[in-house]
């Protein structure tokens, strides 16, 4: 087994010999058909993308660690979503007209500021709330040390703070 994973008939060979497998296995997980076919693309498509780094001989153990990391990454993406849209029903259920009009102006303003950001700040800015990463995180992801994470997400928040001194 010697031959690349990058090599199309090895890849194709490496396809017929897993997919229905890998997609069985995330259906298990899933219970839900067209996702497990989607894990079960998703997860090539990340083999492919390493076809270089991936031996033939360790193509399944690849292919089906990935499409779980990916299927865990999904159930934790959701459970942020729903536990947001649960809290956000039930603050709304007791606000005000006049409360609600104020807070989408307000939301407006704050994405509006964000998007004027400069690149640089942004990305920082959204890597470490939106997604929720350390600044070593981001450090590594962007390539940059951690001051230069500090200093960027530092100018992020005295820009936003003008707009509202609560952030």
Same mark, same amino acid.
């Given at each position: 087994?010697?031959?690349?994973?990058? *090599?199309?008939?090895?890849?194709?060979?490496?396809?017929?010999?897993?997919?229905?497998?890998?997609?069985?296995?995330?259906?298990?997980?899933?219970?839900?058909?067209?996702?497990?076919?989607?894990?079960?693309?998703?997860?090539?498509?990340?083999?492919? *993308?390493?076809?270089?780094?991936?031996?033939?001989?360790?193509?399944?153990?690849?292919?089906?660690?990935?499409?779980?990391?990916?299927?865990?990454?999904?159930?934790?993406?959701?459970?942020?979503?729903?536990?947001?849209?649960?809290?956000?029903?039930?603050?709304?259920?007791?606000?005000?007209?006049?409360?609600?009009?104020?807070?989408?102006?307000?939301?407006?303003?704050?994405?509006?500021?964000?998007?004027?950001?400069? *690149?640089?700040?942004?990305?920082?800015?959204?890597?470490?709330?939106?997604?929720?990463?350390?600044?070593?995180?981001?450090?590594?992801?962007?390539?940059?040390?951690?001051?230069?994470?500090?200093?960027?997400?530092?100018?992020?928040?005295?820009?936003?703070?003008?707009?509202?001194?609560?952030?």
């Amino acid at each position: 087994m010697n031959d690349s994973v990058c *090599e199309e008939k090895v890849f194709t060979s490496i396809f017929t010999m897993y997919a229905e497998s890998l997609r069985n296995f995330m259906y298990y997980k899933t219970g839900n058909l067209q996702q497990s076919e989607d894990l079960m693309q998703d997860a090539f498509g990340k083999l492919w *993308e390493q076809c270089a780094k991936v031996t033939q001989d360790k193509s399944k153990a690849f292919l089906f660690t990935v499409a779980n990391h990916i299927f865990l990454n999904q159930v934790k993406h959701n459970k942020v979503v729903l536990k947001f849209e649960n809290k956000a029903h039930t603050e709304r259920s007791n606000l005000t007209p006049q409360f609600q009009l104020e807070e989408a102006e307000f939301k407006l303003r704050l994405e509006t500021a964000i998007q004027n950001l400069p *690149e640089g700040q942004r990305e920082v800015f959204l890597m470490s709330r939106i997604d929720d990463l350390k600044y070593r995180e981001i450090a590594e992801r962007l390539n940059l040390s951690v001051k230069a994470v500090e200093k960027r997400m530092h100018k992020a928040l005295a820009t936003l703070r003008k707009i509202s001194p609560k952030l």
